[in-house]
């Protein structure tokens, strides 16, 4: 715990010897805890919940704020409004347990074989610096019965991914451990466009016969790795409802809760080329995936 904590240091250490990960704020203590999503602000009574709510981590899902006396009704209102808890020292002893004893079921490594493997390795073996393309199922005469764009401009491009697996714990809505899950993600190296693959159901190969456009990334992997894992948090993201009685009312609030960047890892990337079918014609501009025949938009194919 940093040395100039305040002095309600044996709540301090007890809550990190916990697992919680505690800070110093003027007056105040922050603590917070990953694995369970449980952050707690030990505050003196002079301080209002809205006050110090912006200190809560956003991927918070419990919420409490410990008073060192009675905080008085105003606050109590306003803390229920917000969803959060309030403890004083009355009710702090009994809630300590919940607090600090660890989840029953420890979480998943999200560093060790929690799915069978040792590692996250590059998708469809691919090896590192290697690219690949990706079979198209699609050909020309299917594309123009799928498109229905009367034109004779159909040209077939290969689109550049970077795709990289991941494993990610997604917040629990009621704060418990959650398995970690693995997945693929993919970043459009030219629209950067990106998005979560849910199989391995596309077949590589070294060249296309079809006539085809191989088009050129235009960012690299370290802007892609910051577009992938926002994409995850995205995916990943619950939806959390927090319930109080207040006033003789039931006050419900419903939050959006996204996977930290703690509960995400992701592997090396590899470089794909997808292939789409581009159509023009009097009836408008059409992209379909020549791998699953799904549309898509001229910006998010990364038109040219």
Excluded: K
């Excluded at 006050?51 to 009675?70: C, G, K, L, N, S």
């Excluded at 550049?160 to 993919?186: D, E, I, K, N, T």
């Amino acid at each position: 715990m940093p040395r100039n904590a305040p002095p309600s240091t044996v709540l301090g250490r007890l809550l990190e010897a916990a697992g919680y990960r505690v800070e110093s704020r003027g007056d105040a203590l922050l603590a917070h805890r990953a694995r369970d999503h449980r952050a707690l602000i030990v505050v003196p009574t002079a301080r209002s919940p809205g006050e110090v709510e912006a200190w809560f981590p956003t991927d918070a899902v419990h919420r409490t704020i410990v008073y060192d006396d009675e905080p008085g009704p105003v606050a109590r209102s306003l803390a229920a409004d917000r969803g959060i808890e309030v403890l004083d020292p009355s009710t702090l002893g009994p809630a300590l347990g919940e607090l600090l004893l660890p989840s029953p079921i420890g979480p998943e490594s999200l560093d060790g074989p929690g799915d069978g493997e040792a590692a996250l390795e590059v998708p469809y073996a691919l090896p590192l610096g290697a690219e690949r393309t990706v079979r198209p199922r699609i050909g020309r005469d299917e594309a123009e019965t799928i498109a229905g764009v009367d034109s004779s401009h159909y040209v077939l491009r290969l689109v550049p991914f970077y795709v990289a697996a991941y494993r990610v714990r997604p917040p629990s809505p009621h704060g418990g451990p959650s398995h970690v899950l693995r997945q693929l993600v993919a970043v459009n190296a030219l629209s950067r466009r990106a998005e979560v693959w849910n199989d391995l159901d596309r077949e590589l190969v070294e060249t296309v016969a079809e006539p085809h456009q191989r088009l050129v990334p235009q960012l690299g992997e370290v802007e892609a790795a910051l577009l992938a894992r926002e994409a995850v948090r995205r995916e990943h993201t619950v939806h959390v409802d927090h319930t109080e009685q207040h006033g003789g009312a039931l006050v419900i609030e419903t939050r959006r809760v996204a996977p930290s960047l703690e509960d995400i890892r992701l592997g090396a990337f590899g470089l794909l080329y997808v292939p789409f079918w581009y159509a023009e014609g009097m009836d408008g501009r059409v992209v379909l995936d020549a791998v699953t025949g799904r549309r898509a938009t001229w910006d998010e194919a990364g038109g040219t």
